[in-house]
């Protein structure tokens, strides 16, 4: 996945980066063969600069790079794009290879360490605010959702409201947000301003280098591209849901007797208030791990 990496993070390369970036790429056939300081001698800089630009893709070395770089096709051979012409088999089969790129690059960078940590940021906020702006709302109204169905005590707002109420909150608040850049404005307000009440504060966003990213005490990552494309922001976000999960059924097993009892009240609840049926949208959630 060493493409779909360095496509995320381009955008945030420094110069030194950038240059190590196109070499690899010019001469990809031979690059094996080089060590870190031999790479960093032949472009004049710090092999320290080759070691950062690895960490940066989301690798834990550059011997790492390497041997993904080794497994990686050409560049020619990567997922294509849909095509107007293309068949409603074509175009599903490559939304689903595209879904499935996104999620194993989403698993490879974010290590188990960042999500038992946001775990535990759950498990000690007294309250927590879910934020997501525009296209990444229906993200943070999910994950708003869930923990309310474990009788957590979560909101989520607008951004107006969020800020607002996290101000009664600072002590024991928790923010979870949701940005595919981490460069939005109005996101980025709603980070500084939570930073400053000293909500902690779990993040999940792109990959790349990002004005969000220093404020975060967990940065859960994903793959954001600016660049253009037919496969819309619904399966752009995929990412951000998988990670969702991984949180919500890892806290589910922290104190499984406990959320059990909070659904199975929920449920009760819900058949209350909508006669014998399930609540709208579906069928009633059953509290099964």
């Avoid at 955008?11 to 690059?31: C, D, F, M, Q, S």
């Avoid at 940005?179 to 930073?195: F, I, P």
């Avoid at 619904?234 to 909070?262: A, V």
Wanted: proline content about 4%.
């Amino acid at each position: 996945m060493f493409y779909e990496k360095l496509e995320a993070v381009y955008p945030g390369l420094t110069g030194k980066e950038a240059r190590i970036a196109e070499y690899i790429l010019a001469n990809r056939a031979r690059i094996s063969g080089l060590t870190s300081q031999k790479l960093a001698g032949n472009l004049g800089i710090s092999q320290s600069t080759v070691i950062r630009f690895s960490q940066k893709l989301g690798y834990k070395s550059y011997q790492n790079l390497l041997l993904d770089l080794e497994r990686s096709g050409e560049p020619g051979e990567r997922l294509e794009e849909i095509q107007l012409t293309d068949s409603t088999l074509a175009t599903n089969t490559k939304i689903l290879n595209h879904a499935k790129l996104l999620l194993d690059l989403t698993a490879e960078v974010n290590p188990p360490g960042q999500l038992a940590r946001a775990v535990e940021l759950i498990q000690g906020a007294d309250t927590i605010f879910c934020f997501g702006f525009l296209s990444t709302h229906s993200a943070a109204h999910h994950m708003n959702e869930l923990l309310q169905l474990f009788g957590i005590n979560s909101f989520c707002l607008d951004a107006f409201g969020t800020l607002s109420a996290m101000r009664s909150h600072s002590g024991g608040g928790l923010l979870i947000v949701f940005s595919k850049s981490g460069a939005t404005d109005m996101t980025n307000r709603v980070v500084r301003h939570a930073k400053e009440l000293g909500l902690k504060i779990i993040g999940v966003t792109s990959m790349a280098p990002n004005p969000m990213a220093p404020n975060l005490d967990v940065w859960l990552k994903t793959k954001h591209s600016p660049v253009r494309t037919r496969f819309l922001h619904y399966t752009e976000t995929l990412p951000m849901f998988f990670l969702i999960d991984c949180i919500i059924l890892n806290l589910y097993k922290q104190n499984f007797s406990s959320y059990s009892d909070s659904v199975k009240q929920h449920i009760a609840i819900t058949k209350g208030a909508y006669g014998t049926g399930a609540p709208p949208g579906g069928e009633s959630q059953t509290p099964d791990l």
